[in-house]
Nanobody, 117 residues
C-alpha cells in the first residue's frame, strides 16, 4: 500500500510564501518521480512540478521562478516551496508518485492553498 500525506497548505496574502510537504511510503520513494499537481475550482487538474529519482525537474510555465521542488530521500519527503503567491495559485495541491515517462500513479489527499487579500 502506497501512502502520500501532504501538509503545509493554508491561507496567505498575495506575495506570501508557503512550503508544502509530502511524506511518502519508504518502499517507493527512492525509485519514484515525485510531483505536485493542483486543481482550482472549475478547472482541470494540472501539473505544477515534478522531480525524478535522479533529480531531473520540470515546472509548469506558470510557476517557473516562483516555485521550487526538492526532495529529501533520507526522509522520503518531497517539498514544494511556493514564493510570490498570486490569487491564481489558489487551488488544492496534490502530491503524487509515479515514474517519469508514465506519469503519476499514486496520489495524496490534497492540501488547500488559498491566496487572498
Amino acid at each position: 500500500q502506497v501512502h502520500l500525506v501532504e501538509s503545509g497548505g493554508g491561507s496567505v496574502q498575495p506575495g506570501g510564501s508557503l512550503r508544502l510537504s509530502c511524506a511518502a511510503s519508504t518502499d517507493i520513494f527512492s525509485i519514484s518521480t515525485m510531483g505536485w499537481h493542483r486543481q482550482a475550482p472549475g478547472k482541470e487538474r494540472e501539473m505544477v512540478a515534478r522531480i525524478s529519482a535522479g533529480g531531473s525537474i520540470n515546472y509548469a510555465d506558470s510557476v517557473k521562478g516562483r516555485f521550487t521542488i526538492f526532495r529529501d530521500n533520507a526522509k522520503s519527503t518531497v517539498y514544494l516551496q511556493i514564493n510570490s503567491l498570486i490569487p491564481e495559485d489558489t487551488a488544492v495541491y496534490y502530491c503524487n508518485a509515479g515514474f517519469w515517462n508514465s506519469g503519476p500513479r499514486y496520489w495524496g489527499q490534497g492540501t488547500q492553498v488559498t491566496v487572498s487579500s
